[in-house]
Structure formats: structure tokens, C-alpha cells
DNA sequence: TAGATTGTTAATCGATTAACAATC
DNA sequence: TAGATTGTTAATCGATTAACAATC
């Protein structure tokens, strides 16, 4: 840290950089400029340097960043290598595909158990895991503690989830369904994944070319 | 319009608007004022009355705002009667899902193919289409015009497909794959559905609660 | 030493908030 | 008419860009 405060605009570059700067470290390429890292990524020399400055003073006048260097500092920063235990509620057609497609051992995320409300749904194998019913989501989260839950559920079911796992050991959600959960519990972290708030935009882009 | 530019952050308000609206909508609410829909929203007053005013004057002094008229408005600002037709390359576990889980029909989307490179897949059914080979993606696209493409593809195909598309008749890329579209083509409009960057930023905000 | 490029401060730009006159 | 609430302007806040001295 620099003692900045840090913006959220920035938070959301992190990962873009971390990208990035793996992509070029597989490469083999040992340094990078701002002004080049900035071509690559489609954004500000100024903007890169303000940005890693929030952090430490990562590179080297008159010669740029240690890509190695600063790809592992930006994984630091992010956290990937500490272990988070992640639950995943509700297997329709996206919770499985979430379950399976996700790369979660590569952010330091730990895939520890699935839960449905369907009993048929039960002691199906997805990722190695057998599908939970949801009665049994008090018990399992007092023995293993999971902090983050997966959301992929309808609306109506997500408030009762919500509020049942923010009284247990969840401090954060990953949220694919259509509910609100910051507005409804502002204390809790929140990542939206509204695939339909996305697809508007798309269609008001799509309507407002020039 | 009312001749205002309408900034991002605006125009990424406008689902969460048209989505409350639609909710308020169908518990039989009549009105709202700006103030209530604020606590609502998690928004200002400031902000939503701000927002609503780049495209016209959809509220009336002392009453607020009427919400079916609101909700009719911001769907037409956000084109979602406007008929768009999507193909959808590449079914892997996510594009499966993407596929059937999506209310394309309630944004005015209409898919109408679904492709993957896969030779062994071709025929399948999902969500009542068939899967083409993407070797036929050039004749289709002449055929049917397409103007959303949707990719569930892996990093490394979705260079090429991106320029074979944008040479054709796509204008719009719904992208779930980690490739940047924007910065190789930066004429394309792109919703990206980064699911590691959303998962990365989450982690940042567990490792630095306050 | 000369050249390159950072770290950091200052200037600009844009978005949000506050305030209030207009008006239903 | 009085009360409420918008539409809109002005003030504030924050983020991005530009500039340059520090330094490798």
C-alpha cells in the first residue's frame, strides 16, 4: 500500500492488468513501459502509472516494469493465492456450467460444495461434488465455513439465501441472480453478474450507433 | 433525447431502472417519485431525475413519475422491441447454458443459430436449433444477417472469428471469452461478461475489508 | 554522462450532488 | 391556493490526463 485511497475504477483495471501481464510473462518478455503496457491494454500510460502507484513503486525510471515482478505484486494485491472456500447454490443449466467452467484453483478459490433445493437433484456428481439439498446448508457452512456463495438462482428464492448465509460464515456473493442483494444488505461485498442488465446495454448500443 | 450526451454510467443505470420499474409494474404500482425510487434503487434523487432527463420529461411536478409510461419509455430508449438477431459460437458447457438460460425473447433478441467448431456436435438440439459447423458461418450470415454474435469460444479462436464476423454482417459482440475485443477492433460494440475479472475483483474486496 | 521512463504534482475533464425556481 | 416534486442550473467531488522533476 501507499496510503492512497484506492478508486473503483482502478479496482477494476487490476484484473485487466493481471491478464495482461501474464499473457506477456508466458511470452517470455521480461519488461514492459507503461506507454506500451498502455497500447496493449487499450488505455493511459498516466493512467497505468497512477494506478500501480496506489500499490508501491513497482518499476524503474528509465526502464519500465519487471513484468515477472509485477504480475505476481498485482496477484498479491488481488489476493489470488489466498484459499477462499466458495459454495454454489442452485444447478439449473447455468449454475452447472458455472461449476464446470470456471477456473477457480488459478484465483485461489476452492469449489467445496452445491446446493439445490430439487431432492432429485441430489448426490449428482458435478465437478467431483455431489449436489446438497439446501436443508443442509446451516450445518455445512457452521463445520466448513465457506466465505463466498454462488448465486445461481431465481429472484424470489435469493432473499431468503442471502439472509440465511450472511448469518453464517458468507462475506461475499457472486451473483448471478436478478435480485438486488446490495440495496437489500449494503454491508455485504458483491459481484453482479447480470447477464440482462448486460444484454440492455448491448441493445441500447446496437440502437445508438452514430 | 433532449440533445444531452448521455454518459456510461448513465446508460448502465438504465436496466437497473427498466428492471425496478417492470417490478413496481407488476405489483400494480401507479406512481413514483423520484425519492422513493432512489431508496429503492440504491440511487440519489439527484441522480435518477439527472438520468431520465438526458432522454425527455417522462415525470410531472407534484406527482412523480408514472410507472408503466416510465418503463414503456426507458424500453424503447434501450431498444428492446427493436428485433436483433443473435448466433451463438460455440457450445461448450457456457454456451450451452447461455443459450437456454437466456430471455433473449424479452429484450427483442432472437436467436438464430448456434455454432461450434466441434464436428461431432453438429446436429445436436438445443433450445430448439440445431448446431452448425462453423464452416458454415460465412453462407449463414450472408443468408441471415445476424447482427449479435455471442462467444463462449476459448482466447485463442476468438481473434479469428471476431474478424470473420465484424467482415460480415455482426455488429455487436456479447463476449464471454478473455479475448479484448475493443482493443484489437475498437469500432465493434462489446458487452464483455468477464467472469475472471468479476471473480478477481472479488477477491480483492475480501482481502481488503474494513 | 545521455536517454529513457518512472513517480508525482497540477490541470482538466466529467459525473454526482445540492439547491431551487418552475409547475403540476 | 398549498404541497409536492420535477427539471435544471450551480457547486462539489472524483477520476483522468498532462507535465515534469527525480532517477535509474
Known sequence: MNGKVISNSCIRRLPRYYRFLGELKSKGVLRISSGEFAKKTGLTASQIRQDLNCFGDFGQQGYGYNIELLHGEIGKILGLSTPKKVILIGVGNLGKAVAQHINFESMGYQLVGIFDKKESLAGQIIRGLP???VSGLDEFCREVNPTVAILCIPKDAAAITVNQLTGLSVKAFWNFSHYDIKVHNPDVIVENMHF???????????????
Not at 440482462?196 to 452514430?210: A, C, E, P
Request: charge should be neutral; avoid cysteine; charged fraction near 20%.
Open 131 to 133: 449436489v446438497r439439498n
Open 196 to 210: 440482462g442488465d448486460s444484454l440492455m446495454t448491448l441493445s441500447y448500443r446496437l440502437n445508438n450507433q452514430d
